[in-house]
């Protein structure tokens, strides 16, 4: 399991050149489907069109790289179609604030964990402010328990408030 957060930054490396020819900006994943589509190597600003990598050309996802079979599997994202609608929905995830379908305020989405050789989203890392996190550590909300994520908002079943209660970290674990 990997934290998106884990792959900002990384090279992408074309197998078949062994170059290295751009770095991974961000992470695109469909909430309906609960898997990553890909990678964003461009974010391409407010005029041009972002630059993309779908999940199913990453060769490996590794500690260092990402590794991708040519350059050529860099796409405009008008030409991933898989990618597009979630691209142009927009929706940033980092610092969603996360509630129960009954109105309590579990935390802010800080990040999120997937299966780095099949795509699946496994869930959220949610924080509940410095000095939660500190005297508490992070939580993890595994993805299937995500009812709906708005563009504010991101809705649990109450049940999530338990699980969360019952992870122990920070300063209170040790």
């Known amino acids: 399991m990997r934290k998106g957060s884990d792959l900002i930054g990384l090279p992408v490396i074309a197998f078949d050149t062994g170059s290295r020819f751009e770095k ?5 994943f469909d909430q309906d489907s609960n898997r990553v589509l890909g990678v964003i190597v461009e974010d391409g600003g407010w005029l041009r069109s972002a630059r993309v990598v ?9 500690p260092d790289a990402v590794i991708v079979h040519s350059a050529a599997v860099v796409r405009g994202r008008d ?10 929905r927009g ?9 129960t379908t ?42 299937p328990k995500t009812v709906k994520i708005g563009h504010d908002v991101a809705f649990v079943e109450p049940d999530v408030l338990q699980l969360m209660q019952e992870q122990v970290g920070g300063i209170r674990g040790a």
């Not at 991974?24 to 695109?28: H, S």
């Not at 779908?54 to 590794?62: H, I, K, N, R, T």
């Not at 929706?91 to 509630?99: A, C, E, H, P």
């Not at 935390?107 to 299966?115: E, K, L």
Request: proline letters at 4%.
């Open 24 to 28: 991974v900006e961000d992470v695109v």
């Open 102 to 143: 009954d109105g309590r305020d579990l935390g802010t989405m800080t990040d999120i964990f997937f299966d780095e050789r099949t795509g699946a989203l496994e869930g959220y890392e949610l924080s509940g402010g410095m000095f939660t996190d500190a005297y508490t550590g992070r939580s993890f909300v595994p993805a």
């Open 54 to 62: 779908p999940f199913s050309d990453l060769q490996a996802v590794g």
């Open 79 to 88: 030409q991933a179609a898989e990618m597009r609608p979630v691209l142009e």
């Open 91 to 99: 929706n940033v995830l980092k610092g969603t604030r996360i509630m």
